[in-house]
């Protein structure tokens, strides 16, 4: 089977950091078109500062990188230094990007892409706030029937939230964004907290990634060192979440995770809630289904390929 062609949008952020890493090193399952990057973590000029740092740290300073929008739809933005640094990359002593940004606006190229590429062909893996997703859709309508499937990290049902007691930072940021995409009619396959709160870097997984005693292996391990902290102290963790990287890894091995075909739709109005997935995990109401809701992890599977992954860089 050819490697399915995707378009990673990204705030990174340390997780997001993983997720392009084990992107970039399974060529064989996938291909990246391209990178996007939004404000979320960090504002843009760091998240498209940083996603360049990362391509080269994986070898690979030909990836496209695009930055993209620097604040949600309606709201102003809302970054978390508290858990990913100043830079948003904290742990690791990385140096500065030598490859270039692309020209052009991450919504353009988004946009350009789905128009040249067979409908149905691309992937779109969004790992932070909905921004560009939703402002391609809306400003270019025709492309939204021809996107094969996003896969992405967002929200939460049992787990509640990380930003508010109800909403998970990605959708919170802008949840009119989120809002379009999850009427869009695209199919999704969702990675939320109650499955990414499952991915836990404990200390013999991230004593694996230094042992690889590679670049990459051991900046990974010290961006979990510098991550997990926010996590360990507020959840009690037995170490960090790895978010994003559920997004890749089901990519690579859906088998990995299990989950319910439901409907989700996004709190806009209520700021009590705003940015909630309200997910009918029960399906007590009619609304029809829109949504692959993952809430189960094969974790000792994931980071096995996580692992094994990484050590191709
Ligand atoms: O809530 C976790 C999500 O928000 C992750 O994608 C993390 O990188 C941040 O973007
Ligand atoms: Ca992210």
């Given at each position: 089977?050819?490697?399915?062609?995707?378009?990673?949008?990204?705030?990174?952020?340390?997780?997001?950091?993983?997720?392009?890493?084990?992107?970039?090193?399974?060529?064989?399952?996938?291909?990246?078109?391209?990178?996007?990057?939004?404000?979320?973590?960090?504002?843009?000029?760091?998240?498209?500062?940083?996603?360049?740092?990362?391509?080269?740290?994986?070898g690979k300073p030909d990836v496209k990188v695009f930055a993209g929008c620097d604040r949600p739809l309606g709201r102003d933005l809302v970054t978390a230094e508290h858990v990913h640094g100043k830079t948003g990359l904290d742990g690791p002593d990385l140096p500065d990007p030598s490859m270039p940004l692309q020209d052009g606006h991450a919504v353009d190229y988004i946009i350009d892409t789905l128009r040249a590429e067979p409908a149905g062909s691309v992937t779109l893996c969004p790992l932070g706030p909905l921004t560009n997703i939703a402002t391609a859709f809306e400003k270019a309508p025709d492309i939204v029937a021809k996107v094969q499937e996003i896969v992405l990290m967002g929200g939460g049902y049992f787990e509640g939230g990380n930003i508010t007691p109800t909403a998970e930072f990605n959708i919170y940021v802008d949840p009119q964004a989120a809002d379009i995409v999850f009427r869009s009619g695209v199919p999704l396959v969702v990675m939320p907290l109650d499955v990414t709160h499952k991915a836990l870097v404990t200390k013999p997984r991230n004593d694996a990634f230094r042992a690889l005693n590679t670049p990459a292996g051991i900046a990974v391990a010290q961006m979990t060192d510098f991550f997990e902290r926010f996590d360990k102290e507020k959840y009690g963790s037995n170490g960090a979440p790895l978010h994003d990287p559920c997004v890749t890894a089901y990519l690579i091995n859906p088998d990995l995770f299990t989950g319910r075909h439901i409907n989700v739709e996004i709190e806009v109005t209520s700021e009590l809630t705003m940015g909630m997935t309200v997910a009918d995990w029960w399906r007590v109401t009619d609304r029809a289904p829109n949504a692959m809701f993952m809430g189960g992890i094969d974790a000792d599977g994931f980071f096995a390929l996580l692992t094994e992954r990484l050590a191709r860089l």
């Amino acid at each position: 089977m050819p490697p399915r062609k995707i378009i990673i949008d990204t705030d990174p952020g340390q997780d997001d950091a993983v997720a392009i890493l084990l992107a970039l090193a399974s060529p064989e399952e996938i291909e990246v078109l391209g990178i996007t990057c939004v404000a979320g973590n960090v504002p843009l000029d760091l998240t498209s500062r940083n996603a360049r740092i990362v391509c080269e740290l994986a070898g690979k300073p030909d990836v496209k990188v695009f930055a993209g929008c620097d604040r949600p739809l309606g709201r102003d933005l809302v970054t978390a230094e508290h858990v990913h640094g100043k830079t948003g990359l904290d742990g690791p002593d990385l140096p500065d990007p030598s490859m270039p940004l692309q020209d052009g606006h991450a919504v353009d190229y988004i946009i350009d892409t789905l128009r040249a590429e067979p409908a149905g062909s691309v992937t779109l893996c969004p790992l932070g706030p909905l921004t560009n997703i939703a402002t391609a859709f809306e400003k270019a309508p025709d492309i939204v029937a021809k996107v094969q499937e996003i896969v992405l990290m967002g929200g939460g049902y049992f787990e509640g939230g990380n930003i508010t007691p109800t909403a998970e930072f990605n959708i919170y940021v802008d949840p009119q964004a989120a809002d379009i995409v999850f009427r869009s009619g695209v199919p999704l396959v969702v990675m939320p907290l109650d499955v990414t709160h499952k991915a836990l870097v404990t200390k013999p997984r991230n004593d694996a990634f230094r042992a690889l005693n590679t670049p990459a292996g051991i900046a990974v391990a010290q961006m979990t060192d510098f991550f997990e902290r926010f996590d360990k102290e507020k959840y009690g963790s037995n170490g960090a979440p790895l978010h994003d990287p559920c997004v890749t890894a089901y990519l690579i091995n859906p088998d990995l995770f299990t989950g319910r075909h439901i409907n989700v739709e996004i709190e806009v109005t209520s700021e009590l809630t705003m940015g909630m997935t309200v997910a009918d995990w029960w399906r007590v109401t009619d609304r029809a289904p829109n949504a692959m809701f993952m809430g189960g992890i094969d974790a000792d599977g994931f980071f096995a390929l996580l692992t094994e992954r990484l050590a191709r860089l």
